[in-house]
């Protein structure tokens, strides 16, 4: 393995495992549980789970691997805050949330290690030009960071 | 930049901006505010941060770095839970927290890219040889998502 593997894998790996928590700690849950504040008067578990499956969907055309599949999740779980829109049921968010990121791993499978540190798909190449740290990798490593920050607010409701 | 440092200097970029937004979150707070409580009954921002110190303190030898500088932070803030022992006060633990902090960065800095892949402190050369994800950067990732966990919780004492 090539230094540009390992670092690429572990990165992967990184982002595997905060899933992997998630999906323990969500996808259990029934509609009555995904009710539950991480707070008082704070997000509701549901609203999490969607907000995290908008993020996780948009990350299909920001790396570059394929359109969105819930373009329509933003405006329920992104641009809206909780407790302002009608929510799908748990089981139809849970298989949205599950879809998203078999597409993202998918993409990911594609992806030769250098592949990651070409530009996003959200910065122009001039920019990018400017700023080479506006890559795909970043992008990886930044929604790993906001899956983990979501993560240490939902445990909260779960002991 | 070869593939290699792109990648090493991505996640190490990450590790910087978690940082960043911990610093912005805890070091303006008074000994009271410190006092806070994330939710009814849960950790106080005062073990927080002295947690985050205890964890990135540990990251020294981990890391191969260098020698601990807060053992006793352990006792405190790690195998003891909140509200059990009498803490510092928060300029001093603070102090900890940037020390350490600085202590990791100047460390970081005299590793080249590959030297990311090498085994971390906690681990034999044999169980090494056998599960080579058991380096230095998945340890650095690792510890990036803990920042990012704590911070979602310590945001919600702020807004």
Do not use: C
């Not at 302002?84 to 992806?111: C, H, M, T, Y």
Request: glycine share 6%; proline share 6%.
């Amino acid at each position: 393995m090539t230094a540009e593997q390992g670092l690429a894998t572990a990165a992967i790996n990184t982002w595997k495992l905060n899933l992997e928590r998630a999906n323990k700690l969500f996808l259990p849950l029934s509609d009555e549980e995904l009710q539950q504040e991480i707070a008082p008067g704070k997000n509701r578990l549901v609203y999490l789970l969607g907000h995290l499956t908008a993020v996780h969907d948009r990350m299909l055309p920001l790396l570059v691997l394929g359109p969105r599949l819930y373009p329509e999740y933003d405006s329920l779980f992104l641009t809206n805050p909780d407790k302002s829109s009608e929510l799908p049921g748990g089981a139809e968010i849970k298989k949205a949330w599950q879809q998203v990121n078999e597409a993202l791993q998918a993409g990911f499978d594609r992806l030769a290690p250098g592949d990651w540190l070409h530009k996003h798909g959200s910065v122009s190449d001039e920019d990018f030009e400017k700023d080479p740290s506006r890559n795909r990798f970043s992008v990886l490593l930044s929604r790993t960071g906001h899956v983990a920050y979501h993560l240490g607010q939902a445990v909260l409701t779960r002991k």
